[in-house]
């Protein structure tokens, strides 16, 4: 970030702190003082001191005093003086910041997924931030600002405003076929606070365990742990959860994503819709419907959400995180009605609601169609991207079995038996690759077969080809161990 | 929000639902399927629905079965033709309204505060809107948003940005001499999620009591037991919490705002600060402070931050929502380290991280000084009006006691013994006026002294006295009963 070195653009605030020095007259305080203030770290390395001249007036010191002070700071290595630019505090030496603080050097593949640098990005779930509509939003943005009622540029209802409740109630309704109000609408931070929210009001009505599907996204069942519930894991296959293994009794609630499982893309066909919402309504379980990437769809068959056809059953979670962007960090739930006075408190006292302003501007976008038209303009640049990715690995790895390609932004890849997905993985990093193990989405990975997800939404269409090749070339290298 | 009524402005995505109609040659059909979604509450009111040769087009049909299919039901009360206009789903009846779920109707007195409506709002902790630099913060929103490399527009560090963890850094090493590093900043929504984490945190790792002011900001105590803790109140006098009363073992962690306790005002003098960090030291205890408004401090003397005295034994919180806006809901972590790692992986797993356009416009604000210029700029708008509110206490209700004015957004104001606050507080809302009965931030509210919080930061200096002479008029009239 580069500093404005204006002489007006001095931190202000700083004098707030110097302040607290008002009343000493000798340098020496102030020399002492502001010594004090670097090593301790107060002030930063990089910050840059008012002028001498302001410092002066504001501490009450006469100039000189300000001065012999910085001149000494100098000359023992403290402060900086740049010729036109003003008096800093001087930059840790090069040599020393290797060494600073007591932490391991750590390879990149341990750091947390989304931390680890790449040149190609395969990870699942990513869009691609070339295609969000930053002068679009960046305009709404502004216009929602402007037209907000002073009244209403405060703390947020915690339910979320009520013209985006109004506006995904009817979205959802229409793309989803949801069936809900603005009032059992929750606007909340993406999915994974919906489902923290959820679980946390589960685990207070007494619920102890909750059904998930194995594989499942690997992070969920660790905020279902730290919600105080256990997960259950049952089987996944191509029709989505194996109903036939549900169990009796025992638990409160399953977590579902029936329109496309993650990572191995499964959709619950219709029989098992039907046998999951009987053993729900049966046994007064609850069902959580993850509904990530529904609007990324790519056949002519709309495959409408759970919550649909049991909408006192069903809470259901989306996110504007696959089809708009993860930055935002948007998301929703549309809770039965008898759920939703409980998810309102919580979101109160976990953070009194999100952040208002771009709720306001994804309203205007869905009641202008525009969320819309972005979807439209988006889908087939994925599905493109997903063709490539299947016809490259028809090409380049015939012995791989991609699965789940109807929708989202991924594939899930079988790779034959006995591969060593982490030393794939490792190949394919160091030649500039990074792709994701599926095992860690299993609920045992040691048991899971090798696969991978391979995530086509970030990279462009004519990057593919290149990147299957390289996965090739992981794959033969890894196997050639 | 009003609706654009152009030809093309109709949802495109309303296609996807409808297209699961395709196939159908009758008008039979499409009617019952049309009124089926109605019915259901999959098409809300007021949805329009596409032109009926759009339509047509899209299912594949003659446009004269889509034609009647919707004469039919515009015929039945289902649909509604607005000349020029399209096509609607009929609203529902005026009179329906009311009767609709199964809602008692609530005196607004009973609703949580922030969604109380009144004229004039004396609530603490509420900036004023006006002052919020609405333009400044679009221009740098759109700036920020324009800069961001495409790999950072995704999701983001969960904590937080970069640029806003050096730049907060920096800042409150200056302006509240805090001693921390931008590894050891985590970026949430507001000082309720910071405390929210920091408690879950604490419980997994065994803590199972937080000592807490007696009175403290009211929610906290509900946040805290959501969290798993239980709070332990300790009294607060004039001169913060009284530390004599600390208990010598049983609790892992205390929860205090020594610059400005909630809702009394006091401030922790150097003696007890000193008692307290060093009662922490002995017990192996984390002190957790909470900074809220210590930006907005009235007096010539700064209270510097008490984690700078033990930047190992505190975890400091703080946010823009008094100082800025509580609509952004920006907070901030800043935690020993070997607290941080662990906060970094609770929001992770909480809601993968803050949203990130936000940040990164609020950390430009923070490095180029505006933020600090919109402070000096506040500062002495918040002063005059809490000298007015001072003035007309004392002309107009001289035997009330107001306390905790140095600082901040609200007065605690003592009322004669015997007053029934809650009387007050209907007669002044009969006159348009919301206060705050001081005993909710009690941990036994019915043993609290008579008391209200006066929240003067968004009320123009002006209506200030007008709103105590009301406050005056609600009293007698309480008094009167």
Request: proline content about 12%; hydrophobic content about 40%.
């Given at each position: 970030m580069q500093t404005n070195l204006?002489?007006?653009?001095?931190?202000?605030?700083?004098?707030?702190?110097?302040?607290?020095?008002?009343?000493?007259?000798?340098?020496?305080?102030?020399t002492q003082d502001l010594r004090a203030a670097v090593l301790s770290g107060r002030l930063l390395p990089g910050?840059?001191?008012?002028?001498?001249?302001?410092?002066?007036?504001?501490?009450?010191?006469?100039r000189s005093v300000v001065v012999r002070a910085f001149t000494e700071l100098i000359a023992d290595g403290y402060l900086d003086a740049r010729q036109g630019a003003g008096t800093f505090v001087r930059?840790?030496?090069?040599?020393?910041?290797?060494?600073?603080?007591?932490?391991?050097?750590?390879?990149?593949?341990?750091?947390?997924?989304?931390?680890?640098?790449?040149?190609?990005r395969l990870l699942g779930g990513l869009p691609d931030a070339q295609l969000f509509p930053r002068a679009l939003w960046a305009r709404h943005y502004r216009a929602a600002l402007m037209a907000l009622p002073d009244s209403e540029l405060s703390y947020p209802d915690s339910r979320g405003a009520e013209a985006l409740r109004c506006a995904l109630a009817a979205y959802l309704g229409r793309v989803r076929a949801v069936r809900t109000t603005p009032e059992q609408v929750i606007v909340c931070a993406g999915v994974t606070q919906g489902l923290a929210l959820v679980c946390r009001a589960l685990r207070r009505a007494g619920v102890q365990r909750i059904v998930v599907e194995d594989p499942c996204f690997g992070p969920h069942r660790e905020t279902i742990v730290r919600a105080g519930l256990e997960p259950v894991p049952i089987p996944v296959d191509a029709g989505g959860l194996d109903v036939a293994q549900l169990p009796v009794g025992g638990v409160g609630a399953a977590l579902v994503a029936p329109a496309h499982s993650f990572p191995t893309g499964g959709t619950l066909d219709g029989a098992r819709r039907h046998a999951l919402v009987a053993w729900a309504r049966r046994h007064g379980v609850l069902l959580v419907e993850d509904d990530y990437d529904a609007e990324l769809r790519y056949d002519r068959t709309p495959i409408a959400a759970l919550q649909g056809h049991a909408p006192d059953h069903v809470v259901y979670l989306g996110s504007a995180s696959k089809s708009f962007s993860p930055a935002l960090r948007i998301g929703w739930i549309a809770?039965?009605?008898?759920?939703?006075?409980?998810?309102?408190?919580?979101?109160?006292?976990?953070?009194?609601?999100?952040?208002?302003?771009?709720?306001?501007?994804?309203?205007?976008?869905?009641?202008?169609?525009?969320?819309?038209?972005?979807?439209?303009?988006?889908?087939?640049?994925?599905?493109?991207r997903r063709d490539a990715a299947l016809a490259a690995l028809a090409q380049l790895l015939p012995q791989a079995r991609p699965a789940g390609a109807a929708a989202g932004l991924h594939l899930h890849v079988r790779l034959p038996a006995g591969v060593d997905v982490a030393a794939v993985r490792r190949a394919a990093y160091d030649r500039g690759v990074l792709i994701e193990d599926a095992a860690q989405h299993s609920a045992v990975p040691e048991r899971a077969a090798p696969a991978i997800v391979l995530g086509y939404g970030s990279l462009p269409e004519s990057a593919i080809p290149n990147a299957v090749a390289i996965l090739r070339d992981a794959l033969a290298h890894a196997g050639a161990r």
């Open positions: 204006a002489e007006t653009a001095f931190p202000p605030d700083l004098l707030v702190e110097l302040r607290a020095l008002t009343g000493r007259t000798k340098a020496v305080p102030l910050t840059r001191l008012p002028p001498s001249r302001v410092l002066a007036a504001e501490l009450g010191m006469s930059p840790e030496p090069e040599d020393a910041s290797p060494g600073r603080g007591d932490q391991e050097p750590v390879h990149p593949l341990e750091a947390p997924l989304l931390r680890v640098p790449a040149r190609m809770a039965p009605a008898r759920l939703a006075g409980a998810l309102d408190v919580a979101k109160r006292f976990e953070d009194m609601g999100s952040g208002l302003l771009e709720q306001h501007t994804f309203a205007r976008l869905l009641e202008r169609g525009e969320f819309a038209r972005h979807l439209r303009r988006v889908r087939p640049v994925y599905r493109r």
